[in-house]
């Protein structure tokens, strides 16, 4: 089992930036991948995100990729997104979440592969 806990959500303004962190605890978490979603008012959980916890390669959906940005803190067991140049539509509830290592090749964008997740927190652009 592996359990995630995010914080720093809050509020920015557009152009703003920001860094969530989600701490990781459980057994095994060293050989797993970690990412993100997002999930927007009325909308489905999207994938942003991911890395194994090795920190390479990173993986982004075309609408982070040049703007977020993963990175792990092994020594803290901590996962960091940086978002920059934050848009409106990047408003959203952020979930932190985890998936035993392997070839995500094909699937690492749903969120059907990812078994662990955090209990989100809130992340607000305003325009």
């Known amino acids: 089992q592996v359990q995630l806990v995010e914080s720093g959500g809050g509020l920015?303004?557009?152009g703003g930036s920001l860094r969530l962190a989600c701490k990781v605890s459980?057994?095994?978490?060293?050989?797993f991948w970690m990412g993100w979603f997002r999930q927007a008012p009325?909308?489905?959980?999207?994938?942003?995100?991911?890395?194994?916890?090795?920190g390479h390669p990173s993986i982004y959906s075309e609408s982070v990729s040049g703007r977020f940005t993963i990175s792990i803190n092994?020594?803290?067991?901590?996962?960091?997104?940086?978002?920059?140049n934050l848009k409106p539509e990047d408003t959203a509830v952020y979930y932190c979440v985890s998936t035993?290592?392997?070839?995500h090749s094909t699937d690492i964008n749903q969120?059907?592969?990812?078994?662990y997740?955090?209990?989100g927190t809130h992340v607000t652009v305003s325009s």
């Open 74 to 84: 092994d020594a803290t067991n901590t996962v960091y997104l940086d978002m920059n």
């Open 26 to 31: 459980g057994d095994g978490f060293r050989r």
């Open 117 to 119: 997740w955090g209990q």
């Open 100 to 103: 035993p290592g392997g070839d």
């Open 111 to 115: 969120a059907s592969a990812w078994p």
């Open 42 to 54: 009325g909308k489905e959980r999207l994938f942003a995100i991911a890395v194994p916890w090795s």
């Open 12 to 14: 920015v303004q557009t």
